[in-house]
């Protein structure tokens, strides 16, 4: 399985930027996806997760501003950020508790990481 994210960038504080993330390989079920975040000195923090059912979740410090949406169908999670601040600046990671096999339980994957970057 592999998890492969795009659309990070540089932009200005008030913009906006819409990440993506694709899951491909041996996929039998997939439980929650989600983007966490990792700014300079700082530790990985999660920025919003979306389970197969149920609500999603955001870090207060995003509320109002990120929306989180997947497609089930095509295995992708995506994360529309507007009104983008400079502390938002920080490497973005996507993830996906994913289960293989039937005859497998279900494990955290990650991707590569997007660089986004907000100047003030």
């Known amino acids: 399985v592999q998890l492969q994210a795009s659309g990070g960038g540089l932009v200005q504080a008030g913009g906006s930027l819409r990440l993506s993330c694709a899951a491909s390989?041996?996929?039998?079920?997939?439980?929650?996806m989600g983007w966490y975040r990792q700014a300079p000195g700082k530790e990985r923090e999660l920025v919003a997760v979306?389970?197969?059912?149920?609500?999603?979740h955001y870090a207060d410090s995003v509320k109002g501003r990120f929306t989180i949406s997947r497609d089930s169908a095509k295995n992708t999670v995506s994360l529309q950020m507007n009104s983008l601040e400079p502390e938002d600046t920080a490497v973005y990671y996507c993830?996906?508790?994913?289960?293989?096999?039937?005859?497998?339980?279900?494990?955290?994957?990650w991707g590569q990481g997007t660089q986004v970057t907000v100047s003030s």
């Open positions: 390989g041996t996929i039998f079920s997939i439980n929650s």
């Open positions: 993830y996906a508790n994913i289960k293989s096999t039937i005859f497998r339980p279900a494990r955290d994957f």
């Open positions: 979306i389970p197969s059912g149920g609500d999603t």
